[in-house]
T-cell receptor, first 116, second 114 residues
Framework: AQSVAQPEDQVNVAEGNPLTVKCTYSVSGNPYLFWYVQYPNRGLQFLLKYITGDNLVKGSYGFEAEFNKSQTSFHLKKPSALVSDSALYFCAVSPSPPGSARQLTFGSGTQLTVLP | GAVVSQHPSRVICKSGTSVKIECRSLDFQATTMFWYRQFPKQSLMLMATSNEGSKATYEQGVEKDKFLINHASLTLSTLTVTSAHPEDSSFYIC??????????FGSGTRLTVV
């Protein structure tokens, strides 16, 4: 069975500083990794995904994530944080590519707060 | 991009009544739809996986008679919370999957049972 760990419940960063939200995973076979963001009382918005190819994935709103197979990590990063980035971030993993019926497994979420 | 519409966004109902939540993929056909439940400040808990034209697959511990799922077409799935009780109050989120990209999520439904 697959699993995802987000070790930090809360991350605080000053506006303009770089941010990192950590994620590690466990899955049999090749991982398919995703980051989603959730604003209060809203569904999840897709940020980016890793399927194959370059380890550095660029996504929406200036976010990027680096796939590290040896460390089984997929940390989310942004060079310069904005106050509007404050939200709940979820990492997710699937053992199968998009389009399959296999379910996503979500991490517990990390609340990012960007301080003005 | 892919859009999933979920309605209603908020609903308040009396204990003992039933509530239906709709999830529609607006610009793509969803081979599979998923229903999640989310408690405050917690992650998403998968309730069931729904494929068009077949019975939903429920996760362990989820009562299928309590949470009725119908997936009548490739663009519509519904979740009916039957005989709702206060403990069913929660945030329910659907997602739809096609062959191209990541899952697309609805905006969620805040259910309050009084």
């Amino acid at each position: 069975a697959q699993s995802v760990a987000q070790p930090e419940d809360q991350v605080n960063v000053a506006e303009g500083n770089p941010l990192t939200v950590k994620c590690t995973y466990s899955v049999s076979g090749n991982p398919y990794l995703f980051w989603y963001v959730q604003y209060p009382n809203r569904g999840l918005q897709f940020l980016l995904k890793y399927i194959t190819g370059d380890n550095l994935v660029k996504g929406s709103y200036g976010f990027e994530a680096e796939f590290n197979k040896s460390q089984t990590s997929f940390h989310l990063k942004k060079p310069s944080a904005l106050v509007s980035d404050s939200a709940l971030y979820f990492c997710a993993v699937s053992p199968s590519p998009p389009g399959s019926a296999r379910q996503l497994t979500f991490g517990s979420g990390t609340q990012l707060t960007v301080l003005p | 991009g892919a859009v999933v519409s979920q309605h209603p966004s908020r609903v308040i109902c009396k204990s003992g009544t039933s509530v239906k939540i709709e999830c529609r993929s607006l610009d793509f056909q969803a081979t599979t739809m998923f229903w999640y439940r989310q408690f405050p400040k917690q992650s998403l808990m998968l309730m069931a996986t729904s494929n068009e034209g077949s019975k939903a697959t429920y996760e362990q511990g989820v009562e299928k008679d309590k949470f009725l799922i119908n997936h009548a077409s490739l663009t519509l799935s519904t979740l009916t919370v039957t005989s709702a009780h206060p403990e069913d109050s929660s945030f329910y989120i659907c997602s739809a999957r096609d062959h191209r990209t990541a899952d697309t999520f609805g905006s969620g439904t805040r259910l309050t049972v009084v």
